[in-house]
């Protein structure tokens, strides 16, 4: 089915060069920003920021915040078993219904877009952008996450 290649990425703990330096040596050509809010009080990261760098990198930038997991529902994850429990209903709930967005992901691989999906985690099980690509069924590499 994917004639491109899959990735994710966090920017936790990372600078914008840092973070464009692993995009560029994958050769991603679309990033995918997973969150439902894309603002942030990291300077280089909020969602106008992102999509200039990205531009500027020769990178596409796509926002999909259907993807993403609101605030409020994040209050209070702190343990493991939290974090179990929001990715358990993320992946039972919200997933399911955003099915035209993980198409549309399918789509850009079909085209042979290298798309990294991205969220604030730097470590992919802290984060939920790998019940996405679970959903996705496909293999993906995790940017940078040797490093945690």
Excluded: Q
């Excluded at 997991?69 to 994850?77: E, L, Q």
Aim: net charge positive; proline share 4%.
């Amino acid at each position: 089915m994917a004639r491109g290649a899959l990735f994710t990425i966090g920017y936790e703990g990372r600078s914008p060069d840092e973070y464009f330096a692993l995009l560029k040596e994958a050769r991603v050509t679309l990033l995918a920003d997973l969150r439902a809010n894309p603002n942030s009080r990291k300077k280089g990261f909020a969602k106008r920021a992102l999509a200039e760098r990205s531009s500027a990198e020769g990178i596409r930038y796509e926002h999909i915040p259907e993807l993403g997991i609101v605030s409020a529902k994040r209050k209070g994850v702190k343990t493991r078993a939290d974090y179990d429990a929001l990715f358990e209903r993320y992946e039972r709930e919200w997933l399911p219904e955003n099915g035209e967005a993980l198409d549309r992901i399918r789509a850009w691989l079909r085209k042979g877009e290298r798309v990294a999906l991205t969220c604030f985690e730097k470590a992919p099980e802290e984060c939920h952008r790998h019940c996405v690509v679970d959903a996705l069924d496909l293999p993906a590499k995790h940017l940078g996450a040797e490093e945690t």
